[in-house]
């Protein structure tokens, strides 16, 4: 399976971007997808997680409820909405299919995006 990022790029700090990932190769119907992302010099976060009949789990911590993930199964596409985007948010976006819990991060992911904040 390849996922491929799309939608990144700059943005203002307390913009919005839509990020978007297109998965193929194999089927991912009935796959959960999620995005992580990594900041220069820090670790891995999980940002979200959906599955293949729309449960959703967001992972940042404190919750803020500024990230939508979504997915479109007639597309195999996966999308992360970002709201009032802070610099410190500038990171690689990943999507991809996650591994299994505890251990996420043994999964099947794209290249990444980068997604860059200026204040």
């Known amino acids: 399976v390849q996922a491929v990022e799309s939608g990144g790029g700059l943005v203002q700090a307390g913009g919005s971007l839509r990020i978007s990932c297109v998965f193929s190769?194999?089927?991912?119907?009935?796959?959960?997808m999620a995005w992580y992302r990594q900041a220069p010099g820090k670790s891995r976060e999980l940002v979200a997680t959906?599955?293949?009949?729309?449960?959703?789990?967001y992972s940042l911590l404190p919750p803020s409820g500024r990230f939508t993930i979504s997915r479109d199964h007639a597309k195999n596409t996966v999308y992360l909405q970002m709201k009032d985007l802070d610099p410190a948010e500038t990171a690689l976006y990943y999507c991809?299919?996650?591994?299994?819990?505890?251990?996420?991060?043994?999964?099947?992911w794209g290249q990444g995006i980068q997604v860059t904040v200026i204040s």
């Open positions: 190769g194999s089927t991912v119907s009935d796959d959960a």
């Open positions: 991809g299919i996650p591994g299994p819990p505890g251990n996420w991060y043994q999964g099947y």
């Open positions: 959906i599955t293949s009949t729309g449960g959703i789990t």
